[in-house]
């Protein structure tokens, strides 16, 4: 069973960057592909970033493409996303995901998800 652990949510204003980091144990890491979903409230969650196994491979949507930037270390199961120029939209629960091979761009293909870290972007 792949437990994972984020951490480096907060609450910061519009303009600004934050980290996001998720700490992977119980499997062999670079046999995921690992990926950051969110949901806002009253919302349902969406991609904002995948990277795949070998991290040669990464998706991001239109809403960050250009400020959120994702990558791994396979030597230390960890997954990071870099959050730049961050604005109000953004404010919503970040979840770090692991699935296998085929994984896309729907929550539902992901089995592995973390509790949740929540960041607030204020104007």
């Known amino acids: 069973q792949v437990q994972l652990v984020e951490s480096g949510g907060g609450l910061v204003q519009a303009g600004v960057s934050l980290r996001l980091s998720c700490v992977a144990s119980?499997?062999?890491?670079?046999?995921?592909?690992m990926g950051w979903f969110r949901q806002a409230p009253g919302k349902e969650r969406e991609i904002v970033a995948r990277?795949?196994?070998?991290?040669?491979?990464?998706f991001y949507p239109d809403s960050v493409k250009g400020r959120f930037t994702i990558s791994r270390n396979n030597a230390k199961n960890t997954v990071n996303l870099q959050m730049d120029s961050l604005k109000p939209e953004d404010t919503a629960v970040y979840y770090c995901?692991?699935?296998?091979?085929?994984?896309?761009?729907?929550?539902?293909?992901?089995?592995?998800w973390g509790q949740g870290t929540q960041v607030t972007v204020v104007s």
């Open positions: 119980g499997g062999t890491f670079d046999d995921f592909v």
């Open positions: 995901v692991a699935g296998r091979g085929g994984s896309g761009y729907s929550p539902e293909e992901y089995p592995y």
């Open positions: 990277i795949s196994r070998s991290g040669g491979g990464i």
